[in-house]
């Protein structure tokens, strides 16, 4: 695989570029091949987008399809329009494998079972990401693994606006929240059966609207995974290719949750194969079946509103914090001022707030056709402003981080307790909270 990127990337110097965004506990690059007719640079004003694959190393077909998509992406360009708009508008990045070491130990042919899937310590990958629900979780989340952290680094420079995890072992779209707040209860066998209703109850976001499309967008232009049939008698069958995380099954430590609440940025697992690892000779069939799902879904970031904050003078704020009201999951501006949001046809408000600037509200209005562009100048709070408030995780962010939260480096030593005010996230907490107490004591 390092062979084919590097071959790939002298090829294409023009449309691709291959970094490392750190190393595999035994010392195994994690590769990013950036896909883009902007490889280099971030294009100002235009969405970076990514797919992670093989975070379970014996889950195989997503990384081959990266391998595939790569090809596929930088052959197209000068000859399929779609596809050059694509690249030239924004910066693909692939991970075909975020566990290599994994990758090495699991075996072609095996469809079930746990071999390869952790990373060299024995650890998930996708329980390993801090966790807005369960802070401190479980043994798998309380040690971030080198494959993980360098995914929370990389995340935390790049500001995403899309995301998809591949996975294998199964045929849907899994959409945020993955963790709700009874998962704990479900930490034995005993106590998963006993609670297997709860355990199924649908944990969504203040975005569901989005994901629900965005996981639709890579079901529906999927062949077999549009049908919604159950991979084998005795596993779940999902109506029309797509599922709430949690109301499959509920996990801590996930990479899904982690992108949403702690960067704003929107990602959907991608379960694309029943056989986590299918003969060799079955990949032509799996990359015809994904080939539109995985260029149509990375489109989606371009939907919604996009923009700019910017101060009197026309010199872009960093790190504002935004909101859709409404939707207490924020995000914030990056160095340059820019912002990105997927939202569907409709009106909203949007709230800004930065250090030092009067809070604003604006309304916007976002249509089908095209995403609306949207510039916000910000005005400078004056020193005994009554107007002016520090923005707190509670009335700004819920669930997200504060802006601090996003520059440390271990988020779980963050302390203070999120969403301390109204909103649906401190209910479930404290709902949660005094659920398990009254079970657990
Ligand atoms: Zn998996």
């Known amino acids: ?47 970076d987008v990514k797919y992670v694959a093989n ?12 391998l595939h998509l790569i090809q596929y992406l930088v052959n197209s360009y000068s000859t399929d329009p779609y596809i050059k708009w694509l690249l030239d508008n924004t910066r693909i990045h692939l991970l075909p494998s975020m566990n290599p070491d994994g ?57 995403f606006v899309l995301s998809g995890g591949l996975h294998g072992g199964a045929l849907v779209a899994s959409y945020p929240f993955d963790n709700t707040p009874n998962s704990r209860m479900c930490r034995s066998t005993p106590l998963c059966s006993v609670f297997q209703n709860y355990a199924s109850t649908p944990s969504l976001t203040p975005d569901d609207d989005v994901f629900k499309h965005l996981a639709l967008t890579y079901s529906t232009n999927h062949p077999v995974m549009s049908r919604g049939v159950a991979c084998k008698a005795g596993t779940p069958a999902f109506n029309r290719g797509i599922t709430n995380g949690a109301e499959w099954y509920p996990l801590t430590g996930g990479m899904q949750d982690f992108n949403y609440v702690w960067y704003g940025c929107m990602e959907v697992t991608l379960e694309l194969s029943c056989c986590k690892f299918p003969p060799a000779s079955e990949l032509p069939k799996f990359w015809e079946e994904n080939r539109v799902s995985l260029v149509k879904f990375l489109a989606e970031a371009h939907r919604g509103v996009h923009g700019f904050v910017m101060d009197e003078n026309g010199n872009p704020v960093e790190k504002a914090a935004l909101k859709v009201k409404g939707r207490d999951v924020g995000f914030q501006t ?25 809070p604003r509200e604006v309304d916007l209005m976002v249509v089908e056709q095209h995403p609306t562009l949207l510039n916000v100048t910000l005005h400078p ?6 107007l002016y408030r520090h923005p707190t995780v509670g009335d700004r962010l819920g669930p997200g981080p504060s802006p601090s939260y996003h ?11 999120p969403a301390s005010d109204g909103g649906i996230f401190s209910s479930i907490t404290s709902g949660f909270n005094n659920f398990v107490s009254n079970i657990f004591g």
Request: aromatic fraction near 12%; include cysteine; proline fraction near 4%.
């Open 55 to 66: 975070m379970h190393g014996n889950e195989a077909v997503g990384r081959e399809l990266m």
């Open 381 to 386: 709070a004056k020193r005994n402003d009554n």
């Open 103 to 159: 990758f090495e130990v699991s075996r072609e042919g095996q469809c079930d079972g746990g071999q390869g899937r952790y990373n060299a310590r024995g650890f998930d990958l996708n329980r390993n990401f801090p966790d807005y629900f369960k802070q401190a979780g479980d043994r798998n989340n309380k040690r971030g693994q080198p494959e993980t952290d360098a995914v929370k680094e990389w995340t935390s420079k790049i500001q």
């Open 407 to 417: 520059n440390q480096h271990s988020p779980q030593s963050h302390t203070s307790k």
């Open 334 to 358: 990056t160095k340059y001022g820019e912002f990105w949001r997927i939202l569907l046809p409709g009106v909203y408000k949007l709230e800004v707030y930065a250090e030092g600037y009067l």
């Open 1 to 47: 695989m390092t062979k084919y990127l590097r071959t790939t990337s002298s090829r294409y110097p023009n449309l691709t570029a291959l970094y490392s965004i750190g190393k595999s506990v035994q010392g195994r690059d994690l590769w990013v091949m950036v896909v883009s007719a902007s490889p280099y640079e971030h294009m100002i004003g235009k969405p």
